[in-house]
């Protein structure tokens, strides 16, 4: 008898998980390394990860900490509480406490614990990143989207808040924010900031900024919502994206002192869950917070390479017929191809789902389809991460040359071939 036979067990899976697809990033980017073992040409545009290498200080200080073993407090490791407030008072303008700071496992995870934590419905624009809404089906909370339009740079007004709010004025509601948006690289004015603010202060809506993109927004003119509703915003932000750090995991919150209810109780799930973040990782953290003229170069060149390639590809995307916004921050593009609708449709093509997998069989560019973002599966939109290069050489090259040099077709061609490349295969296949 095989005593090794499989035993066949009675499924119980909890509704709120069951049929819940691995997350489109982490899986678009799995999909994406086995077609590559499998020998095929990928051009890598669906996970969202940086370029660029964690600056040598940083890996500096993760090398001499190696030995750190013991588990930290849950909140985090206090000198990297106090770095953490000090870079937001220095860098957007917020009056945090180091006692009010939270350090997680990356921001992900403390954004589920959030979610966990606070009893309301969730309320997110669409398009927004693809891991806000499935968290709150896993916990079991309501959602509430709300569209955006190209015409306001695919952000959230004031307006439709307002309406969505005077609907059940009373209900407890999250809403997230992020900007430079990921998935279209577009971010909001001072103005847009603050009079939506104001909406989420009369509404007493609790906030939740995810600015873990301000630090590259290209012009490095990041404005944080924080000051305009201290009381209600919690600020999330990390090492993945400016740090260049995503394997890392190192996420931050930054509470007002009046939401202190909400990080004790989230701080109390993490000691159930999580204990503690990585304590040689935080730090090396307490190093990138405290920033200085090595990071500040990094970053300056980090945001040259993102606007230069951004703008570069943007402008090939939209000669060719697609509609896209320029990008002001981050490193995605979210043009629609709607243009292209009747020569897609005589292939068969009619979502978006059918459009990057089709994509993807015929050309080898891997992007994620707009559905993955909460827009409806027939716009034919696309999220693009243009970071499939060499971010080491490029931030030499961007250093070799002067700041007002363009970057020009042999430029591109030399650093970011591949992404070159992948647009015009793009442009190209949209037009059989
Ligand atoms: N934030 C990145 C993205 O949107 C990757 C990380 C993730 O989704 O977990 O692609």
Redesign the pocket.
């Known amino acids: 008898m095989n005593k090794h036979k499989d035993h066949i067990l009675d499924v119980h899976i909890n509704p709120n998980v069951s049929g819940l697809k691995p997350?489109a990033?982490?899986a678009i980017n799995d999909l994406s390394n086995e077609l590559k073992r499998d020998g095929k040409k990928i051009f890598k545009m669906?996970?969202?990860?940086s370029p660029f290498p964690v600056p040598e200080c940083v890996v500096e200080a993760l090398r001499e900490n190696a030995h750190q073993k013991d588990y930290l407090p849950v909140k985090g490791l206090r000198e990297l509480q106090e770095a953490v407030a000090e870079h937001h008072r220095r860098n957007f303008g917020i009056d945090a406490d180091p006692d009010d700071v939270l350090i997680g496992p990356g921001s992900?995870e403390l954004m589920f614990v959030l979610q966990l934590t606070y009893f309301g419905d969730l309320v997110i624009p669409a398009p927004s990143?693809?891991?806000y809404a499935p968290q709150a089906k896993i916990i079991g909370r309501h959602i509430q989207f709300l569209p955006t339009q190209f015409e306001n740079d695919w952000h959230l007004t004031p307006e439709d808040l307002e309406e969505r709010c005077t609907l059940d004025p009373g209900r407890p509601r999250l809403l997230i924010l992020n900007y430079p948006l990921?998935?279209t690289g577009t971010t909001m004015s001072k103005a847009r900031l603050e009079k939506l603010a104001q909406v989420a202060d009369r509404y007493r809506v609790v906030l939740l900024s995810d600015e873990i993109y301000g630090k590259i927004h290209h012009d490095g003119a990041h404005q944080s919502i924080v000051p305009f509703y201290p009381e209600g915003t919690i600020f999330s932000g990390g090492l993945?994206k400016w740090c260049g750090a995503?394997g890392w995991r190192l996420g931050v919150f930054v509470f007002p002192r009046s939401l202190r209810w909400l990080l004790k109780a989230m701080a109390a799930v993490g000691t159930e869950t999580f204990t503690s973040t990585s304590a040689p990782i935080q730090y090396a953290a307490v190093r990138a917070f405290q920033e200085g003229p090595e990071i500040d170069a990094y970053l300056k060149k980090s945001r040259r390479v993102l606007k230069g390639l951004g703008n570069a590809i943007a402008r090939r995307l939209d000669e060719a017929g697609a509609r896209v916004r320029y990008p002001q921050g981050g490193f995605y593009l979210f043009p629609d191809f709607s243009a292209f609708r009747g020569k897609l449709e005589a292939r068969g093509i009619k979502t978006s789902a059918d459009m990057s997998r089709r994509l993807l069989e015929d050309t080898g560019v891997a992007f994620l389809p707009g559905s993955d973002f909460g827009r409806s599966p027939e716009e034919l939109t696309a999220r693009l991460?243009y970071v499939d290069f060499n971010g080491k050489e490029a931030l030499e090259a961007v250093g070799s040359i002067s700041e007002d040099h363009p970057f020009d077709e042999n430029f591109l061609k030399t650093y970011f071939g591949k992404v070159i490349e992948a647009i015009d295969r793009i442009n190209e296949w949209m037009t059989r």
Request: charge should be positive; glycine fraction near 18%; charged fraction near 5%.
């Open positions: 997350s990033t982490v669906g996970l969202g990860q992900k990143w693809v891991s990921n998935p993945s995503g991460a």
